[in-house]
């Protein structure tokens, strides 16, 4: 299958875990072999794992493959973009339509905190847009919304701030093709919460 970019559903992402603990590359390679990339291009490389695919099963992988590092690991962070529309991607050749098997993910309920940074690029209204999703997010009441510098601040359940992300990613991207969000999550993390300290 050879899918133009730019006219294709094909979403891009990149995701790196990081268990802050010795047995790092256990807990790592355990979740990224217990995941599911049926109808996804995955591959993994010392900066993170690359995956394209259909948006639904782009998500959920990045999901499961955080979560199931969250649940074994104990203070875990993941770095994660996801990509649709850029001019200079090209879809792998692959089979984008297989089926993959629904997986139920008890640790979805896992409280988990997130900095989201929304970005759709060639627009000259792109403020606008992410301000209209900021003022969404902010009205869906299960998800804390704090405005921060240079992010929004996401906390609440998993699943809530995952279905969060997708929905804004998939309303903004009708709007401007080429979008992307970057986002920092973060499970378990011996500071305080929100607390800021000056240095």
């Known amino acids: 299958m050879n899918l133009k970019c ?5 979403v ?4 790196g875990v990081y268990p802050m603990q010795d047995n790092f590359v256990e807990v790592i390679l355990g979740a990224l072999k217990e995941t599911d990339k049926t109808g996804l291009y995955v591959v993994t490389d010392d900066l993170g794992t690359i ?3 259909k948006r639904e099963r782009v998500f959920a992988y990045v999901k499961e493959v955080f979560l199931r590092t969250a649940h074994a690991g104990e203070h875990v962070v993941a770095n994660v973009l996801f990509s649709v529309g850029c001019p200079g991607d090209v879809p792998e050749d692959f089979d984008f ?3 993959a098997k629904s997986v139920e993910l008890p640790m979805e309920d896992m409280p988990i905190a997130c900095a989201w940074s929304l970005y759709p690029l060639g627009s ?3 403020f606008q847009v992410i301000v209209e ?3 969404k997010a902010m009205e869906m009441s299960k998800v804390e919304v704090e405005s921060y510098h240079y992010c929004t601040r996401l906390d609440g359940k998993a699943r809530d701030i995952f279905n ?3 929905t804004s990613f998939e309303g903004v991207s009708k709007r401007i093709h080429h979008t992307i969000i970057h986002a920092t999550f973060s499970k378990g993390s011996p500071s305080k919460t929100k607390e800021k300290i000056h240095i």
């Not at 730019?6 to 094909?10: A, F």
């Not at 891009?12 to 995701?15: C, L, P, S, T, W």
């Open 12 to 15: 891009g992402a990149r995701i």
């Open 124 to 126: 000259k209204e792109y």
């Open 6 to 10: 730019g006219i294709s559903d094909v």
């Open 51 to 53: 995956i394209q695919g």
């Open 164 to 166: 969060l992300l997708e």
């Open 133 to 135: 999703e900021v003022e």
């Open 97 to 99: 339509d297989a089926k």
